[in-house]
């Protein structure tokens, strides 16, 4: 059940090729996905234009249940982005794995702790970012010692916290997903009898997998604009 | 076996982070974003916003073109108004000018007809004393001439002279 990972060292950095492989796949069918539908743009919209509308609509009502439209405006491409890009990845693991020589080549890119911790520090790290250039450095600094100034150790270890669990989360309901498709897969499915009692099982937790994938995407994007509105937001 | 998949760490087994893949995964998210913007979000956005603008002004023009039709509207009933009124007043006037016009013709028929009658009367008049003139004259001198026939029978000589005294006594006194 355990795969080994490509891993290569370049330049005193460690590559994982396969995550490599899947991050350059995921990217790059989101923006064949995104350039693809947007091609002939009209104003009546057709097919995939008002598919992309809807996504757009839809990060746009989630920033805007979070923070001002004003403020909360410069995040939507981000915000888009981001819940494409993770739905992708999500759903790139799911129908199948490619194991070539006990080494696990295709599977999904945030089923990696190191990916989807990279994208909770980005967005974390961006939040900083915005918190200090929307509101200045003064009041980015006092937001750490309110309401009480003995709060302090408590914010920064909330930071840490945010992106430790914005990360995980996602990793570990990914992960998990994958884990028990190879499990049913390559596990139970030893033999024709094996084969037709893990074939039910699988569909289900393939659909359900699907419904999770989908759900950690929406929340990601959703956690992303909350932690960018508790920065950002001068009011709450 | 199993217990080996599940353990954090063991998903990559091998020792200390990917530093490699963070940094890729970084590097590929932000050209991701920056490509997406630029290709698609960007142009759709544009769309977006375009029709918004669209759908805003074709509102407003709804709105303008509306109150021009009702100004329109108002103009054309007050116009309607108007011709309606003038209409009544040509109509008020021909009325008036026809009842002036008709009393005019009947006075001047009655002053015509009053002139005829007039004139008729006088020609009856003058054609009546003519007559009365003839008949007196006539009268006059059959008179004469019965007076003369009757004279010449009765007459004696002594009652003529005193006739013709008498006469010339008469014509004196006259003239």
Redesign the interface.
């Known amino acids: 059940?355990?795969h080994?990972?490509p891993?290569v060292t370049?330049l005193g950095?460690?590559?994982?090729l396969a995550?490599?492989l899947m991050?350059?796949i995921a990217?790059a069918i989101?923006?064949l996905l995104?350039?693809l539908?947007?091609r002939r743009?009209?104003?009546k919209p057709t097919g995939m234009?008002n598919f992309?509308?809807w996504v757009?609509d839809f990060v746009k009502n989630i920033i805007n249940s979070t923070m001002d439209w004003k403020d909360g405006g410069r995040f939507?491409?981000?915000g888009?982005?981001i819940i494409m890009?993770i739905f992708v990845s999500n759903m790139l693991g799911l129908p199948f794995s490619i194991v070539v020589d006990g080494v696990l080549w295709w599977k999904s890119?945030t089923?990696?702790?190191?990916?989807t911790?990279?994208?909770a520090t980005?967005i974390v790290g961006l939040s900083h970012y915005y918190g200090v250039k929307m509101k200045g450095a003064g009041a980015y600094g006092r937001e750490f010692f309110k309401p009480f100034w003995f709060m302090f150790p408590i914010k920064i270890i909330e930071e840490f916290a945010n992106t430790l669990t914005l990360g995980l989360r996602l990793y570990g309901n990914i992960?998990a997903g994958e884990?028990l498709l190879?499990?049913l897969a390559a596990?139970l499915a030893t033999g024709v009898g094996g084969t037709l009692a893990a074939a039910l099982p699988m569909l289900v937790w393939q659909g359900f997998s699907v419904f999770v994938g989908a759900i950690q995407s929406f929340i990601f994007c959703m956690l992303t604009m909350v932690y960018l509105a508790h920065k950002v937001s001068s009011d709450h | 076996m199993l217990t080996n998949s599940f353990v954090l760490g063991a998903a990559a087994a091998h020792s200390g982070v990917n530093w490699g893949d963070i940094i890729f995964q970084l590097f590929m998210f932000i050209i991701l974003m920056v490509l997406l913007k630029i290709f698609a979000w960007g142009p759709l956005m544009g769309i977006m916003k375009q029709r918004e603008d669209h759908v805003a002004g074709e509102i407003s023009a709804a709105e303008q073109s509306r109150v021009e039709a009702k100004k329109l509207l108002e103009e054309q009933r007050s116009l309607l108004k108007e011709a309606r009124s003038e209409a009544q007043g040509l109509i008020e006037n021909a009325k008036k000018q026809g009842d002036i016009q008709r009393e005019e013709i009947i006075a001047v028929a009655r002053t015509e007809a009053e002139r005829i009658k007039e004139s008729a009367k006088l020609e009856i008049e003058q054609q009546k004393e003519k007559a009365v003139a003839a008949i007196r004259e006539q009268v006059a001198s059959l008179s004469v001439l019965i007076a003369s026939k009757v004279i010449e029978k009765e007459l004696n000589a002594a009652d003529q002279d005193k006739l013709i005294n008498e006469y010339i006594q008469e014509a004196g006194e006259k003239r």
């Open positions: 059940m355990h080994e990972a891993i370049f950095l460690q590559f994982n995550n490599i991050i350059t990217s989101v923006f995104a350039v539908s947007t743009l009209a104003m234009q992309m509308e757009m939507h491409i981000l888009i982005t890009y890119p089923a990696d702790p190191a990916v911790l990279t994208l980005l992960y884990i190879s499990l596990g």
